[in-house]
């Protein structure tokens, strides 16, 4: 069942009309990203449209895990004449 087209690179797929509020549509999505089947979220229509919402949240937690793994040995060196 797919209530709106939501772009390829998403992991999200609506599942029901939530609300609208303020001018903005909000609908109930399921992530396919995670493992957790019964996670929903509510996400604005227009944001997972465009593709500026890919994921319920998981993708971008991984993706700080991982920047911060890239960058467990860099050292700041304080600036001589500070």
Known sequence: MTLHKVPENS???PLRFFETRGGRTYFVYRCTRCSQEEKETVK????VTRGLTRSCGCLEKDTRKLNLAKGAGFQFKKRKGN
């Open 44 to 47: 604005d229509k227009c944001s």
């Open 11 to 13: 992991f999200l797929i």
